[in-house]
């Protein structure tokens, strides 16, 4: 079925986004270093239209400043995977150098991306969102995966993606 992957440093949100997603908290979310998981698999119906969400992974064990192999697996999994990429960000830390490098990956693959700003948990608070515009992907969905906001304009661009053919089998 058609295949959407959240990839994005760690700690941006992928678990939470997930979770807020599928409605069941089956993948695990903690703040402490050093925790690992697996990919982990669910399956959405939005709209009529069917697809399974995959978040690529853990925590890295080596932090996120720069771009690890751990990183690098997870969007080369991604690109070689999925039908389309979901490339989380967080507006509260901007971008960082490991961000421009999984754009740049993920530019050449030339895979469908949508480049996703989360923990943006009060539009009027004006935060510096502008740099997320020179990534070069694409406009940008900017929500908040804890409170949810946004996340239904989300989901209505993802399945815009998907063909009629691909709906529901009867
Ligand atoms: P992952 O490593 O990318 O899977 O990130 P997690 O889902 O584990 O989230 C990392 C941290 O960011 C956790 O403390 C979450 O509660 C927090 N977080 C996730 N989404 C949001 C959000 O929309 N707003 C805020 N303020 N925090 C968030």
Redesign the pocket.
């Known amino acids: 079925s058609f295949t959407v992957a959240i990839v ?12 807020r997603i599928i409605g069941k908290r089956i ?5 402490k270093p050093g925790v690992t998981r697996d990919r982990i698999y669910g399956q959405v119906e939005w709209r009529g239209k069917k697809f399974t969400l995959v ?1 690529t992974g ?2 890295d064990p080596e932090g996120s400043d720069v771009m690890t192999s751990h990183i690098r697996r997870q969007v080369e999994f991604a690109i070689d995977s999925s039908d389309l990429i979901l490339f ?1 960000l ?1 507006s ?1 830390e901007g971008l960082l150098p490991t961000d421009k490098e999984v754009a740049a990956l993920l530019r050449k693959s030339g895979k469908p991306i949508i480049p996703v700003i ?4 009060d539009y009027a608070a004006k935060p510096e969102l502008y740099e997320f515009y020179q990534l070069g992907l694409g406009e940008p969905v900017f ?5 949810g906001s946004n996340v239904g304009d989300l989901l209505d661009q993802i399945v815009g993606f998907i063909d009629e053919d691909e709906g529901p089998d009867y």
């Open positions: 994005g440093r760690p700690n941006v949100g992928k678990s939470t986004l997930f979770n993948s695990i979310v903690d703040d978040d853990g925590i989380l967080d509260k989360n923990k943006v948990d929500i908040s995966a804890i409170h």
